[in-house]
């Protein structure tokens, strides 16, 4: 059973940055892709980044040039750099681990609790 466990979400004004990080167990890595979603109030919920073993990524168009998947495999851990935040980025933001390359919801296999983030402008 994979767990996933976020952090680092908080109120920040627009322009500004955050990180968030998403801790996994042991075989999250290994057996499936993984990736952050997010979801606004009032919407559905969306795919963000992910990430693959071999380190190719695929954004969101609305967050390309601004948001950077990265991962740490030894540290079982997975983080989503985030520059130049817009208020349409206010969201809970979700860790994933996908059974295939994609970001839809419908390839989650696992998800985490959610960090919520708050872009004022």
């Known amino acids: 059973q994979v767990h996933l466990v976020e952090s680092g979400g908080g109120s920040v004004q627009a322009g500004g940055s955050l990180t968030l990080s998403c801790v996994a167990s042991d075989s999250a890595f290994t057996n499936y892709f993984m990736a952050w979603f997010r979801q606004a109030s009032g919407k559905e919920r969306e795919g963000v980044a992910i990430i693959a073993d071999y380190g190719s990524t695929k954004y969101a168009d609305s967050v390309k040039g601004r948001f950077t998947i990265s991962q740490d495999r030894a540290a079982h851990t997975l983080y989503l750099h985030m520059n130049f935040l817009k208020s349409e980025d206010t969201a809970m933001y979700y860790c994933?681990?996908?059974?295939?390359?994609?970001?839809?919801?419908?390839?989650?296999?696992?998800w985490g609790q959610g960090t919520q983030v708050t872009v004022s402008s």
């Open positions: 994933a681990a996908l059974n295939r390359y994609t970001l839809s919801v419908s390839d989650g296999a696992a």
